[in-house]
């Protein structure tokens, strides 16, 4: 075969791996060991809902993946490329974005110096196509209240407008996948309906979705499979649509 032939068919198998592939992670804050063997993957274009009561692991999941706790072990890939033993910077750098749940924006800064902050240059898919490029013009269509306030400082603005910029500031790292920590936590409905569509819009362009939630009615409207997460371990895993269906599996596990 020869040398393009091969490149070629590295690509088209490639585009059939999952965008992040994570088996047997553990992690640890101190003495304190938080996961076990957690076992998950994203694909492109694909929303992977992450539930579990508070206190589950949720959050370190997402954290440990980006390289934020003090201690990890496991596999972990991102596009094909091992990532176990990258810093944090150096994930994202490579299109992994993170939105945690405390929001972490400048409150001195604008929204549009806070988006400025996570610009990155345009990416591309393995087989060449682009990937979306968010621009402050694309990110104010995807979220309007954005747009009618680019020159509030951060600290000036309610709790739900900051979880819309810091899911802004985090595509302007043009991301292939996003891991997003509680995004209906503590804000308006309003709100969370437009954080819905904006996982939708996203999904629609293909990119990967990891998702750490509770509110059930906006797991099953976002994410098209759910796995639920206990002391740590990954206790049920399957389409979002069969854990919504099925009230045992839901009063065991996240108690509604």
Do not use: C
Not at 113 to 119: F, I, K, T
Not at 206 to 226: C, H, K, M, T, Y
């Amino acid at each position: 075969m020869s040398d393009e032939k091969t490149a070629r068919a590295a690509t088209n198998a490639g585009a059939d791996l999952p965008l992040l592939d994570v088996q047997g992670l553990n992690a640890w804050y101190g003495g304190a060991q938080i996961l076990f063997d957690v076992s998950l993957n994203v694909r492109r274009g694909e929303v992977v809902a992450l539930m579990g009561r508070n206190g589950a692991g949720k959050s370190t999941t997402l954290e440990s993946i980006a390289a934020l706790v003090p201690r990890r072990e496991g596999a972990i890939r991102f596009m094909g490329e091992d990532i176990s033993r990258k810093a944090s910077h150096q994930i994202a750098q490579r299109g992994l974005g993170f939105v945690p749940e405390d929001r972490r924006i400048f409150t001195e800064l604008t929204v549009l110096e806070n988006l400025e902050v996570g610009r990155q240059k345009p990416r591309q898919w393995p087989d060449g196509t682009p990937l979306v490029r968010w621009t402050p013009e694309t990110l104010f269509q995807l979220f309007p209240n954005l747009g009618e306030m680019p020159d509030r400082p951060g600290g000036a603005m309610s709790g739900g407008e900051q979880q819309m910029l810091t899911v802004a500031r985090t595509l302007m790292g043009q991301p292939y996948l996003v891991l997003l920590d509680e995004p209906s936590e503590g804000v308006a409905p309003l709100i969370v309906e437009q954080m819905a569509r904006s996982i939708l819009e996203l999904k629609r362009q293909g990119v990967g979705i990891l998702l750490s939630e509770q509110n059930l009615p906006f797991a099953q409207v976002v994410a098209d499979r759910a796995f639920v997460l206990e002391k740590g371990q990954i206790v049920h895993q399957s389409t979002m649509h069969e854990l919504a269906s099925d009230p045992v599996a839901r009063r065991q596990y996240l108690g509604v």
